[in-house]
């Protein structure tokens, strides 16, 4: 870059003469000109018409919008908070710049005409659209949204227990018993009636083979079988899936 460029005067102009050509008819990359003889020009734009000209330069450059969170855009199980702030630059410039103000709405209803809000988990059902307008003289330059969202991280796990009326262990192959499958969550028994779940039941026999006669026998859904001397030689190990 030349050192005599100056930008503020609005660029540099200049008149030269080509004093020397070269032209490559093998290799046209290879072409080349020398200037010489510069001379530096004025414009003869006015400064009037200069002026004129940068306003509507400016007034056709975009504004650039921005918009920062403190604490990320999803919230999980309805707790936390984060902060929204809107930004603005004028085209290329890294300098934010000001707007005369802004505009904060939820989902298309205005909640704030401030720069920052502040977000909490609890004002977030499922996921919400927050968007921000920045104006300057009147009119709206710069705007932006980011959609919110609130999950959970799931639901209270099931546990399954498998109650025995007649406890586990029996002796001289009398065996004689009850077992329901007992489906628990958040410490609390759901299903005492059977009807919400399937259960299906399945044996391995003490070798740790399964008893697929056993099962297919049993494949219907139960929430409680009897288990005889019949059912068990020596020692069997009874499971339970709803």
Excluded at 113 to 131: E, F, H, W
Excluded at 198 to 214: C, L, R
């Amino acid at each position: 870059q030349d050192s005599t460029f100056d930008k503020s005067d609005g660029g540099l102009i200049l008149s030269a003469r080509v004093s020397e050509q070269e032209i490559s008819f093998t290799n046209p990359l290879n072409n080349k000109i020398t200037f010489t003889n510069f001379v530096k020009l004025k414009s003869d734009i006015s400064a009037d018409l200069y002026d004129r000209m940068k306003e509507l330069i400016d007034q056709s450059t975009p504004y650039r919008s921005d918009l920062e969170t403190t604490n990320g855009v999803q919230f999980k199980n309805g707790t936390g908070s984060t902060d929204l702030s809107a930004h603005i630059y004028f085209g290329s410039d890294t300098t934010e710049t000001i707007a005369d103000s802004y505009e904060w709405s939820k989902d298309g209803t205005v909640v704030a005409p401030t720069q920052t809000i502040t977000v909490d988990a609890s004002g977030v059902a499922d996921k919400a659209v927050y968007s921000f307008k920045a104006t300057i003289a009147g009119k709206v330059v710069a705007s932006q949204s980011v959609t919110i969202t609130n999950v959970d991280d799931g639901t209270s796990p099931i546990n399954l227990v498998i109650d025995s009326s007649n406890g586990y262990q029996f002796k001289n192959n009398i065996i004689n018993t009850t077992f329901t499958a007992i489906l628990y969550q958040n410490n609390k028994e759901i299903d005492s009636e059977g009807t919400k779940f399937a259960y299906i039941w399945s044996k391995t026999n003490s070798d740790g083979t399964v008893d697929t006669a056993w099962n297919l026998a049993h494949q219907t859904s139960q929430k409680s079988i009897t288990i005889t001397n019949s059912d068990v030689w020596q020692r069997a190990t009874f499971d339970c899936t709803a």
